[in-house]
């Protein structure tokens, strides 16, 4: 009964926190990346295969409450300011379902310098495919389509760029 009792207390602070976790599984550092396409917030459709031809690719899963995901923006904006000209491409996809005009809006006031797909019901099905852990979840991407990184926390770049 008291492992019980540990076990839902854990549970509740993780969601308290803001952290939502979909599924423990993940994808694994050397698999192939799911393809995709989906509509940015300028309406133009995007490929995973069209930014991987441009080099490496970040893919950033997140939602408008995450505050881990809010926390990371100007990081992002400045890795995707230091090594665009190498070819990285950061894309966001939200992934909870929210509305166009919600995810538009985050992005303005919150100063997004990066790709972002808002491709609402699409996005979802792209984050199933992906065996989205939680968000933030990061998921680096070869410009051969295999997968460097997956988790929670921004994997330094120089490594696969510099």
Same mark, same amino acid.
């Given at each position: 009964?008291?492992?019980?009792?540990?076990?839902?207390? %854990?549970?509740? @602070?993780?969601? *308290?926190? =803001?952290?939502? #976790?979909?599924?423990?599984?993940? +994808?694994?550092? /050397?698999?192939?990346?799911? %393809?995709?396409? @989906?509509?940015? *917030?300028? =309406?133009?459709? #995007?490929?995973?295969?069209?930014? +991987?031809?441009? /080099?490496?690719?970040?893919?950033?899963?997140?939602?408008?409450?995450?505050?881990?995901?809010?926390?990371?923006?100007?990081?992002?904006?400045?890795?995707?300011?230091?090594?665009?000209?190498?070819?990285?491409?950061?894309?966001?996809?939200?992934?909870?379902?929210?509305?166009?005009?919600?995810?538009?809006?985050?992005?303005?006031?919150?100063?997004?310098?990066?790709?972002?797909?808002?491709?609402?019901?699409?996005?979802?099905?792209?984050?199933?495919?992906?065996?989205?852990?939680?968000?933030?979840?990061?998921?680096?991407?070869?410009?051969?389509?295999?997968?460097?990184?997956?988790?929670?926390?921004?994997?330094?770049?120089?490594?696969?760029?510099?």
């Amino acid at each position: 009964m008291r492992t019980m009792k540990t076990l839902l207390a %854990g549970l509740c @602070l993780i969601l *308290l926190s =803001g952290f939502t #976790i979909v599924n423990a599984a993940g +994808l694994k550092p /050397g698999e192939q990346a799911p %393809g995709f396409s @989906l509509k940015s *917030l300028g =309406g133009e459709q #995007i490929a995973l295969k069209d930014l +991987l031809a441009k /080099g490496h690719v970040m893919l950033v899963f997140w939602e408008t409450q995450c505050v881990y995901c809010y926390a990371h923006i100007k990081d992002f904006n400045a890795l995707q300011k230091q090594y665009q000209k190498k070819g990285l491409t950061i894309a966001a996809i939200n992934f909870l379902g929210e509305y166009e005009s919600e995810v538009r809006e985050y992005v303005t006031d919150n100063d997004v310098q990066y790709l972002v797909l808002a491709d609402r019901l699409n996005n979802i099905d792209v984050a199933e495919a992906y065996k989205v852990i939680g968000s933030p979840t990061i998921v680096v991407i070869a410009p051969d389509g295999n997968i460097l990184s997956y988790g929670h926390k921004i994997p330094d770049m120089a490594k696969w760029i510099d």
